[in-house]
């Protein structure tokens, strides 16, 4: 029998890496998409694990970006068993002050909300169509708390969150999960990309390894479950706190541990 075949995204570092790893491990094909130049060696070493890979350097905050990757899947004429949305960035810092520019606000909101929706609704059809599939979308246990100083990351994630349940309950019963991956604060590149190492989250030691929020998000997938919580159990309290107190209230106990700089303030 074939292998199954997986389509990962963001997969050349962090959490996308270490799923494209699981999911090679657990016997999976897999077309791995990235825009940087680390994906390459993922690609090389996991091809030597006997496993077919193919690379797409493909930007998804661009709709060229979305539509190249996914003529590329569709050229292989195989089915997608398992599609992985995971592709996301942030950028830190005041959203009304900052020197950031708007294309970089605009492109978490690319990357991670339209080019999200884009890919699924070019591949997610076909598994409809055929009866069978996985969906996987990488949320964040922050979903539920409005960011200050990461203003649109925050309320991406909550956009993911809320996509991701709606359109498992429409496709309950066509043979197609939905899983919601909502990892905590986790040990990768995204602190240092994201501008926020100076902050109170990007400083802490208290970060999840991307090993085991994989191996937890690859368990959860295959087992059809409608989300994960991956971690620590103290990731539920972000999670619980999210669905039980007021916005405003949330926006002021996450300021602290956002601001720009916080990571070099007493207390």
Do not use: C
């Not at 979903?143 to 956009?159: D, E, I, R």
């Not at 994960?228 to 209230?249: E, H, I, K, S």
Request: charged share 20%; glycine share 10%; net charge neutral.
């Amino acid at each position: 029998m074939a292998a199954q075949l997986a389509v990962i995204t963001g997969a050349s570092t962090g959490i996308g890496r270490k799923l494209a790893e699981e999911f090679a491990r657990n016997g999976f094909d897999l077309v791995l998409a990235a825009d940087d130049d680390a994906l390459d060696a993922t690609v090389a070493e996991l091809e030597s694990s006997g496993r077919k890979v193919w690379g797409v350097a493909s930007d998804l905050s661009r709709y060229g970006g979305v539509v190249e990757l996914a003529d590329r899947v569709e050229a292989l004429d195989r089915p997608v068993d398992v599609l992985v949305l995971n592709a996301g960035t942030g950028v830190g810092g005041p959203f009304a002050t900052s020197t950031e520019s708007l294309d970089e606000q605009l492109r978490v909101v690319n990357l991670n909300v339209v080019g999200t929706v884009h890919l699924a609704k070019r591949l997610v059809p076909a598994m409809v169509e055929r009866g069978g599939g996985r969906l996987v979308v990488v949320s964040s246990t922050v979903a539920g708390l409005p960011g200050p100083y990461q203003a649109t990351y925050n309320a991406s994630k909550a956009f993911l969150s809320s996509f991701a349940a709606a359109l498992g309950e429409e496709l309950r019963g066509k043979g197609v999960t939905v899983t919601t991956v909502l990892p905590g604060v986790t040990d990768t590149e995204f602190f240092a990309r994201s501008g926020m190492l100076r902050t109170k989250i990007g400083a802490t030691s208290f970060k999840d390894d991307p090993a085991r929020v994989a191996r937890e998000a690859y368990r959860a997938t295959m087992a059809g479950r409608a989300h994960v919580v991956t971690g620590p159990f103290y990731n539920w309290a972000f999670v619980l706190a999210g669905r039980l107190l007021p916005d405003r209230l949330l926006a002021r106990i996450h300021r602290p541990f956002s601001k720009p700089g916080s990571a070099h303030v007493a207390g």
